[in-house]
C-alpha cells in the first residue's frame, strides 16, 4: 500500500519564478491539503482539496494555487516567488476529514 | 483559530529516561494527532487521539478533550526517538488541522 508521494524531493528556484509541486494521496483517500513549514516552525495550512475543489483555505495569498485531479492526486502551484516562500512543502492525505498522513515534503530554496 | 502551545520547546534526555510532553489547545476539537517529524523532515503518524488513552510500544498517548490537553509518555528513550513532536488539531468540518509549535527531543546515548 503505496503512502502519500510527493514531487520534486528538493529544488531551487529564483525570485520571480514560478514552481509546481506534486501529490500522490494515499490509496483510499480523497482529500488533499497542503502546508507550508519554515525553518524552526510548525506546518502551516495552506489549502485543502476534496472531490477537485478547494474546500478550506488558509492565510495564504493568491500566489498560492492549487488543483486536484479525478484521480485524487494534487498540485500546488506558486507564482511570483519570493525568499520568504523558502520552506519545506508537506502535503497529507485523508479520507475525508479524518486522520492525515504526511509525504515526505517538497524542500524548496528561492534564490 | 485554535492556539495550540505544546510544551516543553526543548528537551534534552539520557538514553533510557522516560519524557512527558504536553500539548493544549484553546478550544474544543474533534480530533487530535500526533507526530514524529524526522530529521529529513517526514511527519511519521504517531497516534490519532480525540480522547482516552492509547499505547504503541514504548510510547502512549492520553487526551482529556474537556480539559483542552494531551500528552505524550515516551519511557527508555532511544537515540531515535530525537526530532520533533507535534501536536495538531481539528475541530470539526469546514475546519482545518492546527498545528502546535513542536518539542524537540535530543536523547544523548
Known amino acids: 500500500d503505496a503512502g502519500v508521494t510527493q514531487s520534486p524531493t528538493h529544488l531551487i528556484k529564483t525570485r520571480g519564478q514560478q514552481v509546481t509541486l506534486r501529490c500522490s494521496p494515499k490509496s483510499g483517500h480523497d482529500t488533499v491539503s497542503w502546508y507550508q513549514q519554515a525553518l524552526g516552525q510548525g506546518p502551516q495550512f495552506i489549502f485543502q482539496y476534496y472531490e477537485e475543489e478547494e474546500r478550506q483555505r488558509g492565510n495564504f495569498p493568491d500566489r498560492f494555487s492549487g488543483h486536484q485531479f479525478p484521480n485524487y492526486s494534487s498540485e500546488l502551484n506558486v507564482n511570483a516567488l519570493l525568499l520568504g516562500d523558502s520552506a519545506l512543502y508537506l502535503c497529507a492525505s485523508s479520507l475525508s476529514v479524518g486522520e492525515l498522513f504526511f509525504g515526505e515534503g517538497s524542500r524548496l530554496t528561492v534564490l | 483559530g485554535i492556539q495550540v502551545e505544546q510544551s516543553p520547546p526543548d528537551l534534552i534526555l539520557q538514553e533510557g529516561a522516560n519524557s512527558t510532553l504536553r500539548c493544549n489547545f484553546s478550544?474544543?476539537?474533534?480530533?487530535l494527532q500526533w507526530f514524529h517529524q524526522n530529521p529529513w523532515g517526514q511527519l511519521i503518524n504517531l497516534f490519532y487521539?480525540?480522547?482516552g488513552t492509547k499505547q504503541n510500544g514504548r510510547l502512549s498517548a492520553t487526551t482529556v478533550a474537556t480539559e483542552r490537553y494531551s500528552l505524550l509518555y515516551i519511557s527508555s528513550s532511544q537515540t531515535t526517538d530525537s526530532g520533533v513532536y507535534f501536536c495538531?488539531?481539528?475541530?470539526?468540518?469546514?475546519?482545518?488541522?492546527?498545528f502546535g509549535t513542536g518539542t524537540s527531543l535530543t536523547v544523548i546515548p
Open positions: 495538531a488539531v481539528w475541530r470539526g468540518a469546514g475546519n482545518q488541522f492546527y
Open positions: 487521539i480525540p480522547s
Open positions: 478550544d474544543s476539537v474533534n480530533n
